[in-house]
């Protein structure tokens, strides 16, 4: 095996790879989980209780 084989092999993993986080990413089972933390930047923080500083 010289080094264009091994630069083969590496490659197909790397594509093996990316499908499967693509194959991931748009499954349907993570809709839910992809849902709740686009959700995340728009719901309220709690408001502080008294005594606590708002900086802090």
């Given at each position: ?28 089972r ?15 923080d ?11």
């Amino acid at each position: 095996m010289d080094i264009n084989d091994l630069r083969s092999v590496i490659t197909v993993l790397a594509f093996v790879t990316f499908i499967g986080i693509v194959a991931w990413a748009w499954s349907s089972r993570q809709k839910a989980v992809f849902d709740e933390a686009a959700r995340l930047p728009l719901e309220d923080d709690e408001p502080p209780t008294t005594g606590q500083h708002a900086g802090r």
